[in-house]
Nanobody, 120 residues
């Protein structure tokens, strides 16, 4: 039993900032790569940021320089700091992670999402 719960979404004006959090709980042995995705209405779910267990990160060009992913392994939590927000950033943001619950291969888990609305 593993649960990922996002928090921190809400309404923000263009140019503003928001920080999302995602806490993992349950039967967790170890957490590997963690990810943030987003999905706007009628659009596919796209990768926003990725952070490996060692701390290296990846971003698509659409958010590079504006978003920063980080993690606190002691808290089993991943964060997404979003700055200079644009209306096109409006979407449901999902947390995702590769998690070992015991011996054997890892599983991949999703949170239920948190809505971010960028509007004046």
């Amino acid at each position: 039993q593993v649960q990922l719960v996002e928090s921190g979404g809400g309404l923000v004006q263009p140019g503003g900032s928001l920080r999302l959090s995602c806490a993992a709980s349950g039967r967790i042995f170890s957490i590997g790569t963690m990810y943030w995705y987003r999905q706007a209405p009628g659009k596919q779910r796209d990768l926003v940021a990725r952070i490996y267990g060692g701390g290296n990160t990846n971003y698509p060009d659409s958010v590079k320089g504006r978003f920063t992913i980080s993690r606190d392994n002691a808290k089993n939590t991943v964060y997404l700091q979003m700055n200079s927000l644009k209306p096109e950033d409006t979407a449901v943001y999902y947390c995702n992670a590769d998690i070992w619950t015991g011996a054997g291969p890892s599983g991949n888990y999703w949170g239920k999402g948190t809505l971010v609305t960028v509007s004046s």
